[in-house]
């Protein structure tokens, strides 16, 4: 009977287990279509931004185009590296993905450039502690960030940034984080975000719409003051972007981790009652034959 009274202890354990780990999926699911949404609408916002720096660049020679975030250095003494992660556990293979990808993203900055220092600027508690353990030179580590990603502290990085690099403390910037594909795929994702390069997007419509759309647009005071207002706020957009992707990433690796552990929660329920029956069989099949047993000896 000590067996029985064990595997119906566990039985409830694992039932109480499956009814957090549901209850965690719906939140995270919840969690990851807002996220969602809010990638979407940024990425719409940088396509827009985009075309509007394609825009300028149609109607203006672009070797008059010059911003000091823009600028390459011939000599490149120190790489920075920002990192994008989580700041939660229970989301699969997640942090460790992100973890992963900063080790490779450092020995790949190292290799091609060999001569540069190299520092890390961490954004997530999981992969500060990561950091710390593998002891990489550490810039600034802001953990200690809000649920939204849209409340993170974007512009002070964006400022932190800007600012060395302006004053020649960095001469790269890099930034990873996890591209938001889908609640099954994420993809890692290494992009440079300064020195800035402008990109065109007109090349995506046709010559004569491409001519047609500078022709119609009139930039006040002049194409050169809207492109150097536009260069600042296109770091921005691209760091509060990777936030946005990384933190839908995690919704939807913690969403799959918690739907496959309460799957998994309700196997083991299922096996461990089947092995209670057939105990309990056993128990009240041994009952029956002593009794019966003791019956016959009776009527001996």
């Known amino acids: 009977m000590a067996g029985l009274k064990d595997i119906k202890r566990r039985i409830k354990s694992v039932s109480n287990t499956k009814k957090i780990t549901y209850a965690m999926k719906l939140v995270s699911a919840a969690k990851l279509r807002k996220a969602q ?5 940024a990425r719409q916002y940088t396509d827009a931004l985009g075309e509007l720096v394609g825009q300028v660049l149609s ?3 672009t070797s008059e185009l010059t911003h000091p975030l823009m600028e390459e250095r011939a000599e490149v003494r120190r790489v920075r590296l920002i990192v994008a992660g989580g700041s939660r556990g229970l989301c699969g293979a997640f942090n460790a993905n ?3 990808q900063v080790d490779k993203a450092l020995k790949d900055i190292a290799l091609d450039y060999p001569n540069a220092e190299r520092d890390v600027y961490v954004l997530g508690k999981k992969p500060r502690e990561h950091v710390v353990r593998k002891r990489y030179t550490c810039f600034k580590k802001l953990d200690d960030l809000p649920e939204e990603a849209l409340a993170w502290p974007i512009e002070e990085v964006a400022q932190d940034v800007e600012d060395a690099f302006l004053k020649g403390e960095v001469d790269r910037v890099f930034i990873l984080y996890m591209r938001f594909e889908s609640a099954m795929s994420q993809t890692p994702t290494l992009e440079q975000l300064l020195p800035l390069q402008a990109v065109s997007t ?10 047609l759309a500078s022709s119609l647009t009139l930039f006040e005071p002049s194409a050169e003051k809207v492109f150097e207002s536009l260069v600042p706020r296109i770091l921005r957009t691209r760091i509060q972007q990777a936030a946005l992707d990384t933190k839908a990433s995690e919704h939807g690796s913690r969403m799959v981790a918690m739907d496959a552990a309460t799957k998994n929660a309700g196997e083991l329920a299922k096996s461990l009652t089947l092995t209670h029956n057939k105990l309990r069989q056993g128990a009240i099949t041994s009952e029956l034959l002593d009794i019966i047993g003791g019956a016959e000896a009776l009527s001996d």
């Open 98 to 100: 992100v973890n992963k």
């Open 37 to 41: 949404d809010s990638v979407n609408s």
């Open 202 to 211: 007109a090349g995506d419509e046709s010559n004569d719409e491409a001519s």
């Open 59 to 61: 109607v203006t020679d």
